[in-house]
């Protein structure tokens, strides 16, 4: 079925779904005011309490925490204007069969619709070349990356690919390998191991808890240049912003990151020239580069690759000619 359709009935809205990767250890009525357009938290609040929506067919509290692959099912009813519609967007799809889609997602692109960005979304491309998405819950999406970070997303263009894809996320037999910049001279490649749950008091902000959802990240050293390094990271999870909040929590915030660095120290033996390219990069230098997963039809296992793109590659280029100078 569709994430969100409507029924005959002018007020009905069908509500079913699998959390993806990113929603994991959120609050339920957080994941659902995201979900769902046209719709009030209060109103899905009061339609969680009266049971009208299920999470894996069974009652649950606005605050109930969800889990990678639960299952959210039930109406609303309530007058709402639902409108996923197709748009021919470019996409940059590196593959595709009967099972899957593999695409190489340009940063500033939104990954799905939720509140100020209704359109222009990757599940609006989807909808448009690949119609068929439109049958299987958040049009084959499984899991997402930050509107600004780039790079490889693999998704589901069947139902039983879509039950296998988020059995291997919850397995942890899917992973990404990342290509991160961050400030300041890294020694040596280690691995990080701490909690990660929602901030305090910045709602939008993700932050290093003891009461938050574990959360590991392994990195080695790519590159390094005067005040930056190029980083090569592996997730153990998929928590939200997990590699930009525990990369500022060691102090390492990421190159570009407004939210999570923005007072990151740029180093006075920096040459002009490097520095003013590290503070002018217009996004957090981050890039999902590999991809491996068991293909759901044929149990293959399948990598992918995707390069960096210009501006990341324009940073480094940048970098290595003034190291060397």
Known sequence: MPTNTQNSEKNHLVIDFRVDE????????????ERVDGVSRGRLQQSLKEGDILCNDKKAKPKTSVCLGDKISGAVWCEVQVAHAPQAIALDVLYHDQDIIVLNKPAGMVVH???????GTLLNALLHYFP???????????HR????????????HSLRAHTHLVEQLQERTMGRTYLALVHRYVTAGDTIDEPIGRHRSERVKMAVRSDGKAARTHYRIEERFDGVTLLRVQLESGRTHQIRVHM???HHPLVGDKVYGAQAHVPKGMSEVAREAV???PRQALHAAELHLTHPGSGETMTFSAPLPDDFTALLDVLRVEQEA
């Open 248 to 250: 500022a929590h060691i």
């Open 113 to 119: 619709p939720a509140a100020g960005n209704h359109d």
């Open 132 to 142: 068929s998405t439109a049958e299987l819950p958040r049009a084959g999406i499984v």
């Open 279 to 281: 503070q002018q990069f």
């Open 22 to 33: 990113g929603e994991h250890g959120r609050r339920l009525d957080q994941v659902l005011a």
């Open 145 to 156: 990356l930050d509107k600004d970070t780039s790079g490889l997303l693999v998704v589901a």
